[in-house]
C-alpha cells in the first residue's frame, strides 16, 4: 500500500470549500422540499379527488425514478425545452427540492393521520376553520411526531448531493476529484471527502437529537 496523503494536505482548504457549496444546495433544497412537501400532503388528505390523484402521482414519479435521472432531466434535457442553460447550483436545489418534497409529503401525511380524529372533529365543532386548525392544532403536533422521520430526509440528501458532481458543481466531491486528477492519487482526497460527508451528518444526527430532546422537554 502506497498512500501519502502529504500530498493532498495542501489541497485541503480548496476540497473544504465544497462544504459550503453542499450545504447551500441541502438548505435551499430542503426549505423547497418541505414547503412543498406540505402542501402536497395536505392535498393528499384533502377531499377533492382530482387533486389528491396528482399529489399521489407527483410521489410516485418522484420516488419512482432515480435522483440522478432527475437532476440529469433539469441540466441537461430542459434546456432543449426552454432554450436557455440552467446554472448547475439551480438545478441541483430544484432536482432535490423537487424530489425531496415526494418523500417529505409522505411523511407529513403519515404524521397527520397519526393525530387521534377526535382532535379534528373536536376543532371543527367548536367552528375553528380549517386551514387554522391544521396550522394551529394538527401540524405542530404532527411535526414532533414526525421529526426523526424528517431529519432522517435531510442527512439523506445531505449525502446524495454528492450526486451533483455530475453535472460539474464544484461541491466536495467534485473537488475532492479535481484533486486527485492534480495529484494522479484519488484515495487519499476521496478519503478526505468520506470524512467530511461524515462529520457533516453525524452533526446533523446531533442537532436532530438535540432538537428532538428539546421537544420532548416542551411536552
Given amino acids: 500500500m502506497n498512500l501519502n496523503f502529504s500530498q493532498v494536505l495542501p489541497s485541503l482548504p480548496y476540497i473544504l470549500q465544497g462544504v459550503w457549496v453542499t450545504l447551500q444546495i441541502v438548505a435551499v433544497a430542503i426549505v423547497i422540499g418541505f414547503i412543498l412537501g406540505v402542501l402536497l400532503s395536505l392535498l393528499k388528505i384533502g377531499r377533492i379527488k382530482a387533486l389528491r390523484f396528482l399529489a399521489d402521482a407527483y410521489t410516485s414519479v ?24 440552467i446554472p448547475a447550483f439551480a438545478a441541483a436545489v430544484a432536482a432535490f427540492g423537487l424530489n425531496s418534497a415526494a418523500y417529505i409529503s409522505e411523511i407529513i ?27 394551529d392544532i394538527i401540524l405542530p403536533q ?7 422521520a424528517l431529519m432522517n430526509e435531510f442527512i439523506t440528501l445531505t449525502k446524495e448531493s454528492a450526486i451533483v458532481t ?54
Avoid: C, H
Avoid at 142 to 148: D, E
Avoid at 196 to 216: D, F, N, Q, S
Fill in 166 to 219: 455530475t453535472i460539474g458543481a464544484l461541491d466536495i466531491m467534485r473537488r475532492a476529484y479535481i484533486v486527485g486528477g492534480q495529484t494522479y492519487a484519488f484515495f487519499e482526497p476521496l478519503i478526505i471527502a468520506g470524512i467530511i460527508y461524515y462529520v457533516l451528518v453525524m452533526g446533523l444526527t446531533l442537532l436532530g437529537k438535540a432538537v428532538e430532546r428539546r421537544l420532548m422537554q416542551s411536552d
Fill in 62 to 85: 418522484f420516488r419512482g425514478t432515480p435522483l440522478v435521472l432527475q437532476l440529469m432531466i433539469i441540466y441537461f434535457g430542459m434546456p432543449q425545452l426552454i432554450g436557455y442553460d
Fill in 109 to 135: 401525511r403519515a404524521g397527520i393521520q397519526s393525530i387521534d380524529k377526535g382532535q379534528t372533529e373536536a376543532a371543527l365543532a367548536l367552528g375553528i376553520p380549517y386551514q387554522e386548525m391544521m396550522k
Fill in 142 to 148: 404532527a411535526m414532533k411526531n414526525i421529526l426523526p
